[in-house]
């Protein structure tokens, strides 16, 4: 800095564009999807100055038509992993010795580029890749990603900003360094904005970057990458491999330099890593910092004096919103009997209204494909055993059909056990189960809700009775790092809900803030006295 303390941009929430018919943004994206659609992509890896092409390759096809290929990516060797790390470190000194504004010009640029010209493409690219509606897509490839990126720049700047204060003589200040060694960040394929911002908040810190995508969202990582290429980001500071994760991940967690991780994917996985990590302890120059988001089972507990309409409207929403596959999505509920029926009748009904599953190029489909087979196969099999079972009932939905794409209805599953095996398994998928509670039992279901799972992500209670939804807030602090009263747990906003949870969801660092950011630096205390004592003699000694 040295050249005067300078102010950023207020970060304001990008506003969403509504994609209504014969709308020019429209026009724009399915131009774009028909270019994508129709056109091949050959994605490498980006290591460096290099694009590399190892040769091995996969394909990458919609999960709302997976005979269709729209492009390969290569595989990275271990060799390949290995000179990413080496690159970042190489890169490291010139990053983290860049002023910072000068880094923050660079992802403020890039949210501009995805504000204009790459809006379309980064849509039309995640309604490809992950078989979002246009609407999901622009909450999040568009919207959520230029919120992360304009709202971090600005919390970093209030994080340098925050200093100690100082007697007289004495002048302490604090700088925040990027961690010593690399971050390795893997991101899930739910969500491009999770892609971008989980190498993009600890670059923008002055770290370096070993970044893995999801396999199934490559064809939209690219577009990310692009995107930083054309705001300037240096080569060499987030590097790009794919391929095998269990030999990526041990090549990483083998290095000494190792710093750091930033997850978002499954509870399990993230475990594991966290064991590996452990393991290795020994092996790393400092402790490295252990960030993730995993996974949910998340709630909405009605009140009987709800409204049965927002119950619904909040089932339809929080469950079935990019076919369930949010890791806040809604996917077990608890209804009081005095208004179920209701309730129920009303998320029928909207069911019906809902078109059958399709590609989100027919801009009236509300539900399209999940993400890929095994995640299908999984579905298939809980839905089949439901409707055997003699303690649960599908109620809605349940059908479903992979000869084109992977299409699940919106299923409803109604069940006399509130611990039967869908109201405690995370199925990330578009299906939701319902158990139905005596009214005057209210006290037990809030213990119920808070002892099912062993999630802790977000839930929703709807009551009129604010002394219910106090009780309930207190109750259930523990059960819900993002709470929401008389809504659906889903659509955490940048700058507005910061989203984490805990227990088995993650360390609940909470993307979208300040919080997250701190934990990609280690703040550095610095004191200088003005007139140095020269005698050891305390005035106490006489």
Known sequence: MGKGFFKVPTAINEPIKEYVPGSPEREEVLKQYKTYFNGTVDVPLYIGSEEIKTGNTRTMSPPHDHKHVVGTYHLAEKKHVTQAIDNTLASRTAWANLPWEQR?????????????????????ATMIAQSKTIHQAEIDAACEFIDFLRFNVQYMTEIYQEQPASAPGIWNRVEFRPLEGFIYAITPFNFTAIAGNLPASAAMMGNVVVWKPSDSQIFSAKVIVDVFKEAGLPDGVIN??????????????ASPDFAGIHFTGSTHVFKELWKQIGTNIHTYKTYP??????????FILAHKTANPSQVSTAIVRGSFEFQGQKCSAASRVYLPKSIASEVLENVKADLKTINKPGSPEDMSNYVTAVIHEASFDKLAKYIDQAKKDDNAEVIAGGNYDKSKGYFIEPTVILTTDPKYTTMETELFGPVVTIYVYEDENWAETLK???STSEYALTGAVLARDRYVIEEATKALQNCAGNFYINDKPTGAVVGQQPFGGARASGTNDKAGSAQNLLRWVSPRLIKETFVTPVDYRYPFLG
């Open 104 to 124: 923050a010009a660079i992802f403020l640029k890039a949210a501009e580029l995805l504000a204009g010209p790459y809006r379309a493409k980064i849509n039309a």
């Open 240 to 253: 790009v491999i794919y391929g095998d994760p269990v030999m990526i991940t041990e090549t990483v967690l």
């Open 289 to 298: 910092k252990i960030v993730g988001e995993t996974g949910g089972k998340d």
């Open 448 to 450: 119920l809700v808070d």
